[in-house]
């Protein structure tokens, strides 16, 4: 799974259009592997999609979603409400309360997903939007 992502992930870290930074794409990768939840849509061994997110925070309930992506070759097919409605329900099942992320302001696919998604905006951070959506 880790060279599924690293080759999805390493195209859109270094396209130019400074919409994903990671310093270090192995370390994040092996993070979220390690204390993450990944969900994937895999099709005949090709990884369409995936989402990682964090329902570590059992003391404030509250979730993470740190990364979506979605095969520019199946955008628009609804893989990327899919993940997210998928992984919110499961923090539901979790217990937890409420769900955050970050979106650099410059990313308007991942904002409308999660506007979609219910998520809405609680404050920047920088370049970043920093978004909520209450589970209960």
């Known amino acids: 799974m880790k060279s599924k992502i690293y080759d999805m992930m390493y195209p859109l870290i ?3 259009q400074g919409i994903y930074e990671l310093t270090d ?3 994040y990768i092996d993070k979220i592997i390690e204390k993450g939840c990944i969900f994937s849509i895999i099709e005949k061994d090709v990884l369409l999609g995936f989402l990682a997110g964090y329902a570590n925070d059992y003391e404030n309930k509250t979730g993470f979603l740190s990364m979506l992506i979605v095969s520019p070759s199946t955008r628009r097919m609804g893989y990327g409400r899919r ?3 998928f992984f919110l329900t499961d923090l539901v ?3 937890f309360e409420r769900c955050h992320t970050e979106v650099k302001e ?3 696919l991942a904002l409308n ?8 905006e609680l404050g920047r951070n920088g ?3 920093i978004l909520e959506k209450l589970l209960k």
């Open 14 to 16: 270094n396209d130019g």
């Open 25 to 27: 794409l192995n370390a």
């Open 83 to 85: 993940l997210t409605d």
């Open 93 to 95: 099942h979790k217990g």
């Open 106 to 108: 410059n990313n308007t």
């Open 113 to 120: 997903v999660c506007k979609r998604a219910g998520f809405y």
């Open 127 to 129: 370049k970043y939007i």
